[in-house]
């Protein structure tokens, strides 16, 4: 019989449960909810939501509609979208995680100090990331996105820099790339590790799990910049790691004997229960 083991310490990370868990009150009091955009990097936890009747729209959607709740999910807004609800006859539901409010409530403080100064703030983060396009929003649009070395040509280094981290960022690439700019600025360099513990400390841990099995099988949205981040770390620990999205995925081809054994994780987006499926799937090859 094949040993098949769910990480106990994958799945929602608080902000994303609490993001889910608003959405799921609102839907099970019969309200009409609007998430803008995904809720989860998972599309089998959006559709499960989206079978209970929530609507994903666009933040350009939010005026055109006349009645219902709107929701903001964990990732945050930019200031934009905040006036957009003000101006319309709609509720908030404000989802936005409790880490990134503050970190967007950080940037701002340190934009409108960095203005005096003729500074720039940096973002290390994905262009057009959500979460990232919220933080940008809080600098009137001004801060510079930076999502590797290449990026570097977007800074003045004569001017003043301050540097962020969206939160699903690897606090060693953080480094590295305040090395980088360090070396060829002219003037100090603030920077601050705004990386999430919720999902830097469970790189050491899924290691750790990764470690114990013959094979692991990762499950996770694709869109998900944190499973790609915890994916590669089951990668560098165990070579016989594979990324799934759903059981569908899954191919009989990677499970050779029965006596290995399997280790079934997965992101901070990843729901419990479609861990579950997956398991239980890898238990009938
Ligand atoms: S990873 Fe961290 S910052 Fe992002 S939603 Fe989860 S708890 Fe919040």
Known sequence: MRKVEIDKNSGFCFGVRKAIESATNLLDNGDKVYCVGDIVHNEEESNRLASKGMEIIGKEDISTIKDGTILFRAHGEEPASYLKVKKSELILNDATCPVVLKLQQRIRAAYEQQKKVNGQIIIFGKKGHAEVVGLVGQTNGEAIVVENSEGLKLIDFSRPIE???????????????????????????????????????????????????????????KKSSNAKVLFQACKEENENSYFVSSADELKKEWFHTSDQSVGVCGATSTPFWLMEKVAEKISQF
């Open 163 to 221: 540097i962020f981290a969206q939160t699903t960022k690897n606090p060693d690439e953080l480094k590295q790339l305040v090395a980088l700019i360090s070396d060829k600025a002219k003037k100090p360099v603030q920077w601050h590790n705004t990386t999430c513990k919720q999902v830097t400390g469970r790189v050491p841990r899924i290691k750790a799990f990764a470690s114990q099995f013959d094979i692991v099988v990762f499950v996770g949205g």
